[in-house]
């Protein structure tokens, strides 16, 4: 695009001021800031900011809100048996219909940590990232199944060379070549909160974030992800965060919950320890599934229980799904069938007059996507309850605050992989930490072919 076409755009979007420092830039520089508004949808932008896609009103939706069609633990009630669940997602784990989609745009500042998060260093005796772990128990998936099952890596553009650099320093840490995809993820422009106006973060460049994990739809289809699935006959799709260690990768189970109620998509979901904990609420309004975030349900309806004395919303939602392919095909081909949301934050701006601003108050919108918001537009989605401790363990917080921090996470671990193994006959001495590879054993099961019935761990043992 020349510069005066460019100037025009500008001009009709009412976002001229971003060209300010033109003349002062290097032709690179120049280059640089014209490729990102180039990229800019302007009509978009102008939607966005005068509310023309307005949000529900949670607040009326939630009087309607009812517990979600679900694979409740232990319930007599369940549509489906946990043996005919297992049975059938093995199958389809053996005929190579699986494939992984691992989301891992994140950067580890929270936890004072500046590199991709999925770096971070969280094996309590092995020291192993958050990449190797994941990737060793995909890896552990495959072999049980006798299958190759490809990961598709989404970056963000804060992490998308650290990463590839650091897996290929570590082999992908075991996956070939042709079962990685790194793909990244789009970013959006903030906008300050008052004006509508696009904020520069340089003079040169303009103030832009990750979509947000609802930008995995649209960078799978643009990156080639989504051809290379079919082309590889993969039909349906694992969806987890880096950020959690003990995701089940491809579990059976759920995947063949998901396969026996022909569901769109199928989430994990764990029983809320509290009526106001920190997740999004997955619920049933008029016949359609779809999460209620924390912020927006009201306290209220969050606090109603049943006649058990539980919870009635008691749904919260750990960002594990299965996806059909064919329907998230479809959900690609619709326009807008992922919503934005807007969130007020704290953005550093370049002023009119060159020097650099560093609001110590939330003074812009940034504008993100949620995959979860594919709910309402899927067949026969159902959810699938699972014990926290076997599944969910998020990394999101410094060590020092109340929860989801590294060493919350690895005490989580630890219980995890004595569980493990005292279920395969071993006694573990008092005070005695072990730490399992899936590598060496998937489960219980698999370690006790490796382990004489009373085998005694009297020392701190990670088994590799």
């Known amino acids: 695009m020349q510069h005066e076409e460019l100037v025009t755009r500008l001009a009709e979007a009412g976002q001229e001021h971003v060209l300010a420092f033109w003349d002062k830039l290097t032709i690179d520089q120049q280059s640089r800031l014209a490729a ?8 978009l932008i102008k939607q966005l900011v005068q509310g023309e896609d307005a949000a529900p009103d949670w607040a009326v939706l939630a009087t309607r809100a009812q517990p979600p069609r679900a694979i409740r633990r232990d319930s007599p009630d369940n549509e489906f048996s946990p043996e005919e669940a297992v049975a059938r997602g093995e199958q389809a784990l053996r005929d190579g219909q699986l494939g992984l989609i691992l989301v ?35 890896r552990a998936v495959a072999r049980r199944y006798g299958v190759s099952i490809p990961m598709y890596l989404m970056t963000s553009p804060a992490t998308h060379d650290d990463t590839i650099a650091f897996l290929a ?8 070549e042709n079962e990685l995809r790194v793909f990244c993820q789009g970013v959006m422009p903030a906008v300050d909160a008052r004006t509508g106006k696009l904020l ?11 979509d947000g994990h609802g930008g995995t739809l649209a960078a799978f289809v643009k990156e080639g992800c989504m051809a290379d699935a079919a082309q590889r006959n993969i039909e349906h799709l694992f969806y987890c965060h880096i950020d959690n260690p003990l995701a089940q990768i491809c579990d059976p189970q759920l995947i063949g919950y ?6 769109d998509m199928t989430t994990q979901a764990v029983k809320k320890r509290a009526a106001d904990e920190r997740v999004g609420n997955i619920v049933t309004i008029d016949g ?4 209620i975030e924390y912020i927006d349900l009201p306290a209220e309806y969050g606090k109603q229980i049943q006649q058990d004395g539980s919870l009635k919303l008691w749904a919260g939602s750990i960002g594990v799904h299965a996806f059909r392919r064919s ?17 007020l934050k704290a953005v550093p701006y370049i002023h009119a007059d060159g020097t650099q601003v560093k609001p110590e108050s939330p003074n812009a919108i940034k504008f993100e996507r949620f995959i979860f918001d594919l709910l309402p537009l899927a067949a026969n989605a159902i959810v699938v309850e699972v014990n926290p401790g076997d599944a969910f363990a998020p990394v999101k917080n410094a060590d020092g605050d109340p929860t989801d921090t590294p060493s919350t996470a ?25 730490e399992v590879s899936p590598l060496w054993a998937l489960d219980s099961t698999e370690a006790a072919t490796k382990l004489t019935d009373g085998h005694e761990i009297t020392e701190t043992t990670y088994f590799k």
């Open 36 to 43: 990102q508004l180039e990229a800019i949808d302007f009509e």
């Open 104 to 138: 891992a745009g994140g950067q580890g500042t929270r936890l004072g940590f500046d590199p991709p998060k999925g770096m971070f260093p969280l094996g309590p005796i092995s020291k192993r990232t958050l990449f190797q772990i994941l990737i060793e128990r995909l």
């Open 169 to 176: 320093e570590h082999d992908r840490f075991g996956l070939r």
């Open 200 to 210: 520069l973060a340089e003079c040169d460049s303009l103030a832009l974030g990750p």
């Open 258 to 263: 998901h396969l026996l109620a022909s569901s």
């Open 288 to 291: 359609v599934t779809q999460i």
């Open 327 to 343: 329907f998230l095909e479809r959900a690609a081909s619709q326009e807008n069938s992922l919503p934005f949301h807007r969130a």
């Open 410 to 434: 690895k005490a989580a671990m630890l219980a995890r992989d004595a569980k493990l193994l005292c279920d395969a006959g071993a006694m573990i001495a008092e005070g005695v930490v072990v």
